[in-house]
C-alpha cells in the first residue's frame, strides 16, 4: 500500500537510461503480443475455407474467444501485478501466448484452434497492466502520456507486421506456417525481458512511501468508483477502441470482398496505413497533450474528443469510396485520429490512481475494452454479415462496418465529461 500522508522528494529529473530500455522492451513486448493477436485477421479467408467455418464462427474466434477471457485474466493478473514482480508476469505470460500462438498452427479442428485462442488471451493479459504500472514508476507525469505514446507504437508496429508479415507467409506457404513463425520470436524475448529488467520503486518518482502492503479489492473498488473521471474513462477508452479492434479484424476483409485485393496487397498497403497512421498519431496524441496539459490538465481528455469526432467524415469515406486506393487513402487519416486519443485517457488514468491500484484500474477498464470492443464487436460485425448477406451479398461487410462511426460519437461525449472532473481526481503533485 502507498502512504499518501508519507512523502520523500519527488525523483522528477528526466528518466534514465535503464528508463528508456524499459520502455523499448515493453515496445516490443507490446508490438509481440500484436501481432499474435491480429495476425488472424489476414489468415480469415484461409482458415475459413480450411476448415469450412461461417463468419459467425470466425468472429467468435476472434472476438469473444480471445477479449472475454483477456479481459477476465486482466483482473486476477494485475491484481497480481500491483503486489508482486511485474517484470516477472509480464514475462511468464509472454512466454504463454508464445508458446501457444505457435501451437494454433499445429491444430486440424476449429475447436481446438478455439482452445488455443482462448489461451493467448490469458497469456497476453499479462502484458498490459504490468506495463501501465512500470511506465508510471519510471517516468515522471510530465512526460508519461508521451512514455505511453511511444509503448501504445509497439502496438501499431505489431499490428502492420501481423498483416504484413502474415500476408506474405500465408501466401507463400500457408496459415499454419504464419502462426508458428510468429510465435515463436516472443521465447526468446520472455527471457530477455526477465533478465534484463529491474523493478522499480512503487510511487517513489511522485514522492510516496510504499509500505509493500496490498490495497484490498473492496477499498480499490471503493475509491476508484468514487471518482466521476474513472467512471467516464471506463466508457470512453472502450468506445475509441472500437475502431482499431474491428478494422484490425474485419479491415482484411473488407478489403478482399469489397475491393478484391489480393492478401499480399491487403497485408502490405492495409499493414503499412495502420502501422505508420497509428504510430504517428499514438505519439502525437501524448506528445501534444503533454504539452497542452501544462496549461490545462484538461487537454488530456478534450484532445481525444476533438479528435475522434474528426475521424468519422473520413472513416465514411473509406466505407463507401469504391475505389480501392482512394479507400486506403481516407483510411489513413482516420487511423491517425483515431489513435491520438489512447495514450492521453491512458496517461490521466493512472494520473487519478493511487500507485498500488493502477495496474488494477487499468485492467478495470481494459475489461470493458476487451469485452466491448475486441469481443462484442467484432462478434456483432460478423453476425451483421451473415445476417445481411441474402439481401446485400459481400457488400454487407461495408454497412456492417459502419458501427464504427457510432463509437466514435459516443466515446467523445465521455472524453468531454472525462474533461469536466479531471483536475479535481489528479493524485499527482
Same mark, same amino acid.
Given at each position: 500500500?502507498?502512504?499518501?500522508?508519507?512523502?520523500?522528494?519527488?525523483?522528477?529529473?528526466?528518466?534514465?537510461?535503464?528508463?528508456?530500455?524499459?520502455?523499448?522492451?515493453?515496445?516490443?513486448?507490446?508490438?509481440?503480443?500484436?501481432?499474435?493477436?491480429?495476425?488472424?485477421?489476414?489468415?480469415?479467408?484461409?482458415?475459413?475455407?480450411?476448415?469450412?467455418?461461417?463468419?459467425?464462427?470466425?468472429?467468435?474466434?476472434?472476438?469473444?474467444?480471445?477479449?472475454?477471457?483477456?479481459a477476465i485474466a486482466g483482473i486476477p493478473l494485475a491484481r497480481l501485478a500491483d503486489r508482486w514482480s511485474r517484470r516477472g508476469i509480464v514475462a511468464w505470460g509472454l512466454l504463454a501466448w508464445s508458446v501457444l500462438t505457435a501451437m494454433q498452427g499445429l491444430t486440424r479442428t476449429f475447436g481446438t484452434l478455439l482452445m488455443a485462442r482462448i489461451g493467448v488471451g490469458i497469456g497476453e493479459?499479462?502484458?498490459?497492466?504490468?506495463?501501465?504500472?512500470?511506465?508510471?514508476?519510471?517516468?515522471?507525469?510530465?512526460?508519461r502520456a508521451t512514455a505511453i505514446s511511444i509503448y501504445t507504437i509497439g502496438?501499431?508496429?505489431?499490428?502492420?507486421?501481423?498483416?504484413?508479415?502474415?500476408?506474405w507467409l500465408s501466401d507463400a506457404y500457408s496459415w499454419r506456417t504464419a502462426l508458428v513463425a510468429v510465435g515463436l520470436p516472443g521465447i526468446a524475448l520472455s527471457f530477455l525481458f526477465r533478465f534484463t529488467v529491474r523493478e522499480p520503486a512503487r510511487g517513489a518518482i511522485e514522492g510516496y512511501v510504499d509500505t509493500g502492503e496490498a490495497v484490498p479489492l473492496r477499498e480499490l473498488v471503493r475509491v476508484l468508483s468514487r471518482k466521476a473521471t474513472f467512471r467516464h474513462l471506463t466508457m470512453a477508452l472502450p468506445l475509441f477502441v472500437?475502431?482499431?479492434?474491428?478494422? @484490425?479484424?474485419?479491415?482484411?476483409?473488407?478489403?478482399?470482398r469489397i475491393h478484391g485485393l489480393t492478401k499480399t496487397e491487403i497485408g502490405l498497403w492495409f499493414g503499412l496505413i495502420i502501422g505508420?497512421? !497509428?504510430?504517428? !498519431?499514438?505519439?502525437?496524441? @501524448?506528445?501534444?497533450?503533454?504539452?497542452?496539459?501544462?496549461?490545462?490538465?484538461?487537454?488530456?481528455?478534450?484532445?481525444?474528443?476533438?479528435?475522434?469526432?474528426?475521424?468519422?467524415?473520413?472513416?465514411?469515406?473509406?466505407?463507401?469510396?469504391?475505389?480501392?486506393?482512394?479507400?486506403?487513402?481516407?483510411?489513413g487519416p482516420m487511423v491517425l485520429l483515431n489513435a491520438t486519443s489512447i495514450a492521453p485517457l491512458w496517461a490521466a488514468n493512472q494520473a487519478?490512481?493511487?500507485?498500488?491500484?493502477?495496474?488494477?484500474?487499468?485492467?478495470?477498464?481494459?475489461?470493458?475494452?476487451?469485452?466491448?470492443? !475486441?469481443?462484442?464487436?467484432?462478434?456483432?460485425?460478423?453476425?451483421?454479415n451473415d445476417a445481411m448477406a441474402p439481401e446485400f451479398?459481400?457488400?454487407?461487410?461495408?454497412?456492417?462496418?459502419?458501427?464504427?462511426?457510432?463509437?466514435?460519437?459516443?466515446?467523445?461525449?465521455?472524453?468531454?465529461m472525462v474533461a469536466r472532473r479531471l483536475p479535481g481526481d489528479f493524485i499527482d503533485p
Open positions: 500500500m502507498i502512504d499518501m500522508t508519507r512523502r520523500i522528494p519527488a525523483l522528477d529529473e528526466a528518466p534514465s537510461a535503464h528508463a528508456y530500455y524499459v520502455l523499448a522492451m515493453l515496445f516490443l513486448v507490446l508490438a509481440t503480443s500484436l501481432i499474435d493477436r491480429n495476425i488472424l485477421g489476414i489468415l480469415l479467408p484461409d482458415i475459413k475455407a480450411d476448415l469450412q467455418i461461417s463468419d459467425t464462427q470466425l468472429g467468435l474466434l476472434t472476438g469473444p474467444a480471445f477479449a472475454v477471457t483477456n493479459a499479462s502484458t498490459g497492466p504490468s506495463a501501465h504500472s512500470l511506465i508510471s514508476d519510471y517516468f515522471p507525469m510530465r512526460q502496438g501499431h508496429v505489431g499490428v502492420a507486421l501481423a498483416f504484413v508479415v502474415g500476408g472500437c475502431s482499431s479492434y474491428v478494422l @484490425g479484424i474485419w479491415g482484411p476483409s473488407f478489403f478482399f505508420v497512421a !497509428g504510430g504517428v !498519431g499514438s505519439f502525437a496524441g @501524448g506528445f501534444i497533450s503533454d504539452r497542452l496539459a501544462q496549461r490545462d490538465r484538461r487537454w488530456y481528455a478534450w484532445f481525444p474528443a476533438l479528435t475522434t469526432l474528426s475521424a468519422v467524415p473520413f472513416y465514411v469515406g473509406f466505407l463507401l469510396h469504391p475505389d480501392p486506393w482512394v479507400a486506403l487513402t481516407l483510411l487519478i490512481s493511487p500507485p498500488r491500484m493502477r495496474a488494477t484500474s487499468y485492467a478495470i477498464i481494459h475489461l470493458g475494452l476487451s469485452a466491448v470492443s !475486441g469481443g462484442l464487436a467484432p462478434f456483432v460485425i460478423g453476425y451483421l451479398g459481400e457488400q454487407a461487410i461495408r454497412y456492417s462496418l459502419f458501427m464504427v462511426a457510432f463509437t466514435n460519437i459516443w466515446g467523445a461525449f465521455h472524453a468531454y
